[in-house]
């Protein structure tokens, strides 16, 4: 008997997207036939060869409406010319072809929601698009009665406002040796979308008064900006903006680092109510980190303490925080040693079992 197809669908160009390179593994070494299909821009690097087919729609547009008008277009001409017994829309802006095709053609949709995308800072700061998205997610997600999302929060908001009884398959990373020494000079790592949100306005400033370097790994919406506020604030020689860095090369990267930083500015549901991938590879990687105390990260660190939680993102406070975990090597030592045995607990390793467990109920 053939194995099931399953068909995953992103905006992304497949590249730096660690959720879907690990859910998407998941699936093909269970027998699945997967396939991954993104967007594909002029700078996008070759793809990595993976246990899964890998698929990426060109078109001319960067950002914008008319990306995703075009996009979403192409996205169901391939669908409809490429068959298969499941389609996965990741997030709103790929959720409508993934709907038309599976009516269509009377096969199971899912729907992942890597957060609740119509509390984007922004979408949210812009009335006539938010009341776009909000219409898309009000007709689609009722229309997709089988899901997951990435923590408890959305899962429970989705479910009140549309009846939706989503599984929760939180971002973590693969359980892996950890090999890398930390380098003789102490350095703040940064890792993820340099987006607006992110609390660059305040990290940079706040950089003033930290005696480590800091190294930002990612690119985005806010790169600019970035680089304005380092020259601003003079800390060109304290601040590394890498740009976007592999995956592979990032796991290499972050063990190496002293600490992480995983900050977000409480404009909105989205931020506050986050789960980052980069709270759970700092973990992985063995680093504390600081972090702000927003619901979700509280809830893990009062399980496992792995970071120092801050109560806001004011310059102050950020370097206050860095330096105590520069400066004191009780709590530092003591939040290291956690994220040691954590890391044994919060890994992908484990985490897939839901993941599994949900597909393999779809189909039977």
Same mark, same amino acid.
């Given at each position: 008997?053939?194995?099931? =197809?399953?068909?995953?669908?992103?905006?992304?160009?497949?590249?730096?997207?660690?959720? $879907?390179?690990?859910?998407? @593994?998941?699936?093909?070494?269970?027998?699945?036939r997967?396939?991954?299909?993104?967007?594909?821009?002029?700078? @996008?690097?070759?793809?990595?060869?993976?246990a899964? /087919?890998?698929r990426?729609?060109?078109?001319?547009f960067?950002?914008?409406?008319?990306m995703?008008?075009?996009?979403?277009?192409?996205?169901?001409?391939?669908?409809?010319?490429?068959?298969?017994?499941?389609?996965?829309?990741?997030?709103?802006?790929?959720?409508?072809?993934? *709907?038309?095709v599976?009516?269509?053609?009377?096969? =199971?949709?899912?729907?992942?929601?890597?957060?609740?995308?119509?509390?984007?800072?922004?979408?949210?700061?812009?009335?006539?698009?938010h009341?776009?998205?909000?219409?898309?997610?009000?007709f689609?997600?009722?229309r997709?009665p089988?899901?997951?999302?990435?923590?408890?929060?959305?899962?429970?908001?989705?479910?009140?406002?549309?009846?939706?009884?989503?599984?929760?398959?939180?971002?973590?990373?693969?359980? /892996?040796?950890? %090999?890398?020494?930390?380098?003789?000079?102490p350095?703040?790592? *940064?890792?993820?979308?340099?987006?607006?949100?992110?609390s660059?306005?305040? +990290?940079?400033?706040?950089?003033?008064h930290?005696?480590?370097?800091l190294?930002?790994?990612? #690119?985005?919406?806010?790169?600019? =900006?970035?680089?304005? +506020?380092? =020259? +601003?604030?003079?800390? #060109?020689?304290?601040?590394?903006?890498?740009?976007?860095?592999l995956?592979?090369?990032?796991?290499?990267?972050?063990p190496?680092?002293?600490?992480?930083?995983?900050?977000?500015?409480? $404009?909105?549901?989205?931020?506050?109510?986050?789960?980052?991938?980069?709270?759970?590879?700092?973990?992985?990687?063995?680093?504390p980190q600081?972090?702000?105390?927003?619901? /979700?990260?509280?809830?893990?660190? #009062?399980?496992?303490?792995?970071?120092l939680?801050i109560?806001?993102?004011?310059?102050?406070t950020?370097a206050?925080?860095i330096?105590? &975990? &520069?400066?004191?090597?009780?709590?530092?030592?003591?939040?290291?040693?956690?994220?040691? &045995?954590?890391?044994?607990?919060?890994?992908?390793?484990?985490?897939?079992?839901?993941?599994?467990?949900? *597909?393999?109920?779809?189909? %039977?």
């Open positions: 008997m053939k194995a099931s =197809k399953i068909t995953l669908t992103v905006t992304n160009d497949l590249t730096y997207d660690q959720r $879907m390179q690990r859910i998407c @593994s998941s699936l093909s070494r269970c027998g699945y997967v396939t991954l299909v993104g967007r594909g821009i002029r700078s @996008s690097q070759p793809l990595k060869k993976a899964y /087919e890998q990426r729609l060109y078109i001319p960067t950002k914008g409406k008319s995703y008008l075009l996009f979403n277009i192409r996205l169901l001409i391939h669908l409809f010319l490429n068959r298969t017994d499941i389609i996965c829309a990741i997030d709103l802006d790929t959720i409508l072809p993934c *709907y038309i599976s009516r269509l053609y009377g096969i =199971k949709r899912v729907y992942d929601a890597h957060e609740l995308f119509t509390e984007q800072k922004e979408i949210v700061t812009r009335p006539l698009i009341a776009a998205w909000l219409k898309i997610e009000q689609a997600v009722p997709f089988n899901g997951y999302t990435v923590n408890q929060f959305i899962k429970a908001e989705l479910e009140r406002r549309y009846q939706v009884y989503y599984k929760v398959v939180r971002n973590l990373p693969v359980l /892996e040796p950890l %090999t890398a020494p930390q380098q003789d000079e350095f703040i790592i *940064y890792q993820g979308a340099v987006n607006k949100g992110r660059f306005e305040t +990290l940079i400033p706040a950089m003033r930290v005696p480590a370097r190294v930002i790994c990612g #690119d985005g919406n806010f790169l600019q =900006k970035v680089e304005e +506020l380092v =020259k +601003l604030h003079k800390v #060109d020689n304290k601040v590394t903006l890498s740009g976007s860095v995956p592979a090369e990032l796991r290499l990267l972050t190496r680092a002293f600490i992480g930083l995983t900050l977000f500015e409480n $404009m909105g549901l989205n931020q506050y109510q986050s789960l980052a991938n980069r709270f759970f590879d700092y973990i992985m990687a063995g680093i600081v972090c702000v105390g927003y619901p /979700e990260y509280k809830r893990i660190n #009062d399980d496992y303490e792995v970071a939680l109560d806001d993102t004011n310059p102050v950020i206050d925080a330096n105590r &975990l &520069l400066n004191d090597t009780v709590l530092y030592a003591r939040l290291k040693h956690n994220c040691l &045995l954590a890391r044994k607990v919060l890994c992908w390793n484990r985490e897939e079992i839901t993941l599994l467990s949900f *597909y393999k109920n779809l189909l %039977t």
